[in-house]
């Protein structure tokens, strides 16, 4: 069995004149919650409607549970659930739809169901149509833990959400099903959010992957150093992403050997004020800001 | 279970047009038919094409509206990335979808031309029925039974076209568009069907209701040549609809 759950190769799909993916290389390590992120319009949902089958690549290729949506779109429809737009059937209540999903996917669970029901206080007897757009979005997730999928493919899932739900949601998700070895793949903007819950990151800006790795070592890895000192020669050094000159202090962003690049700017006599860690919304913004090319910090063996 | 969804969406359009159709049918057999003195038993051919073309409005409307369930409102609602994630084939919901809705129109028109028959049974009676429920049309004696079954036949042939018609134009023009685009291809069809002999003479198209009967200027001179044809002509166009529909929709990115 393949260490990969999702794997795209050179994947690209083209509306017209845009490039909403282009040539995107992403690997999702079989149980892992993996943090989805790029700003809106980077080409997260579309790479996700590709993984579902929804839409058809216009070049490269991808495999989902080592099938291929384009050929085995219903064997991967019945081991994935999938939370893409956040609309179901408006005529039809919770437990109709409940009713509806159960034949389709033969491990699912109504005992789940109920529970996610309860714990969310999602209201099963009203249309989907008349729900709150919170409760929309709880009866989507409800549907998709309960089918008792391998793979969950969230898009944006707490999007709407009030702070409490996201907790109670990103609980729910974490526990009863990250918990018990599957994976999550979790498309988001909200940094805070895919920080306190994912294990791998990839970071999508114009259709390409600029980042993938796993989340520890991308925190190990950013450092922001400040130092004091003129003329030091830095150029050509590979491990900066950034460099901003301020009033006699230059501010670097580097991606890993922090510690050998503050020694080589003291070694020029400079002053190393600090050398400190970033968060994720940091390093989000600092890779997407550069936008270069993809390296990964870690190729999965 | 998308059966029951399929069921689930239209059943108020069969339960209701069952319903009308039902209290008509006690109002006919309530009615006591009364013709006038010695009207002739020959000329009861001649209100037969009639029965056949007034079912045509009814039956077309309830068509259409059955039309617009299915995928293609499923995709106007942006239901289309929920639907399509369910572990199916495209063409399962196409032929699921399609086939509810030519299931729910054959008891509408059983129904319909239930009455019919119990109308046409009591006009015979009214006029003597000499032939024991037959009648002679261009030298043929036809029964009452053949009669209600080639209303019943050219009914569900013209249902299903405009059903179908009706089903794959939503899916085309995702929901909205697609119902006024269906109504616009059928009265479109219509006008055409009167304007073209009026400007090209010996030009006819094909009616969009089977004809039954061959007519001349005054009579009902016999039953239609290569009935079987016509018949099997019209299945042959109403099934390319969801054929045309399952090709579309696969062919299509569902991005919404």
């Known amino acids: 069995m393949s260490d990969l759950v999702i794997e795209t190769h050179c994947l690209q799909k083209q509306y017209g004149h845009t490039q909403a993916v282009d040539g995107l290389e992403m690997r ?9 992120l790029g700003r809106n319009g980077a080409g997260k949902t579309t790479t996700i409607r590709l993984l579902a089958g929804l839409i058809q690549p216009t070049a490269g290729h991808a495999r989902v549970l080592a099938l291929d949506p384009r050929t085995d779109r219903i064997a991967v429809l019945e081991r994935t659930g999938f939370v893409i737009e956040k609309v179901l059937l408006p005529s039809m209540t919770g437990n109709d739809l409940v009713r509806f999903n159960r034949g389709f996917f033969p491990h699912w669970s109504d005992v789940l169901a109920r529970k996610y029901a309860d714990a969310l206080e999602i209201p099963m007897k009203q249309k989907f149509g008349k729900l709150s757009s919170g409760n929309q979005t709880k009866l989507c997730l409800l549907l998709a833990l309960s089918q008792g999928a391998e793979l969950l493919v969230l898009d944006e899932p707490t999007a709407g959400l009030d702070p409490i739900v996201t907790d109670q949601l990103l609980r ?125 910090m870690e190729v999965l063996a | 279970m998308y059966l029951w969804k399929c069921w689930r969406d239209t059943r108020d359009v069969l339960c209701v047009s069952l319903l009308l159709i039902g209290i008509l049918l006690v109002f006919v057999l309530r009615q006591n038919i009364v013709l006038a003195p010695h009207a002739p038993f020959e000329k009861i051919p001649l209100i037969l094409p009639f029965f056949l073309t007034i079912q045509a409005f009814p039956v077309s409307f309830v068509a259409w509206l059955l039309g617009t369930f299915g995928v293609g409102r499923d995709l106007g609602d942006r239901g289309g990335s929920y639907l399509f994630t369910r572990p199916r084939s495209r063409a399962y919901f196409v032929w699921c979808d399609w ?51 080639l209303n019943f036949g050219a009914a569900l042939l013209l249902a299903g076209l405009v059903y179908s018609l009706t089903y794959f134009s939503t899916v085309l023009l995702k929901h909205a568009r697609g119902i006024i685009y269906a109504a616009g291809v059928l009265v479109g069809y219509l006008f055409l069907e009167q304007v073209v002999p009026h400007y090209w003479r010996g030009i006819q198209l094909p009616r969009l209701m089977l004809q039954g009967f061959i007519q001349s200027s005054r009579d009902v001179i016999g039953i239609s040549d290569h009935l079987g044809i016509s018949v099997a002509t019209r299945v042959a166009i109403i099934l390319l609809f969801p054929l045309a529909t399952q090709f579309v929709l696969q062919k299509s990115d569902i991005d919404r």
Do not use: C
């Not at chain 1, 999702?28 to 989805?36: A, D, E, K, M, Q």
């Not at chain 2, 109308?119 to 261009?138: C, E, Q, R």
């Open chain 1, 172 to 296: 729910i998700i974490i526990d009863d099903f990250a918990g018990e070895g599957r994976t999550l793949l979790l498309s988001s903007h909200h940094l805070s959010e895919v920080e306190r819950v994912a294990d791998w990151i990839g970071i999508i800006e114009h259709g390409k992957l600029l980042l993938e790795a796993r989340l520890d070592d991308v925190r190990a890895s950013f450092r922001r150093v400040r130092a004091l000192g003129e003329n030091l020669r830095v150029s050509g050094r590979k491990e900066i992403l950034q460099t901003r000159t301020g009033e006699g202090t230059t501010e670097y962003v580097l991606r890993g050997n922090a510690e050998g690049f503050a020694a080589s700017l003291r070694n020029q006599g400079a002053t190393v004020l600090d050398v400190s860690p970033m968060n994720l919304q940091e390093i989000f913004l600092e890779v997407v800001e550069k936008g270069e090319a993809n390296v990964p």
């Open chain 1, 28 to 36: 999702v390590p079989r149980g892992s919650v993996y943090g989805f």
């Open chain 2, 99 to 149: 086939g509810i809705g030519m299931a729910q129109l054959v008891p509408i028109l059983v129904l319909l031309n239930v009455v019919l028959g119990v109308l046409l049974h009591k006009i015979f009676v009214a006029v003597g029925d000499p032939l024991h429920g037959s009648v002679v049309i261009g030298g043929r004696l036809v029964t009452l039974a053949f009669i209600v079954w």
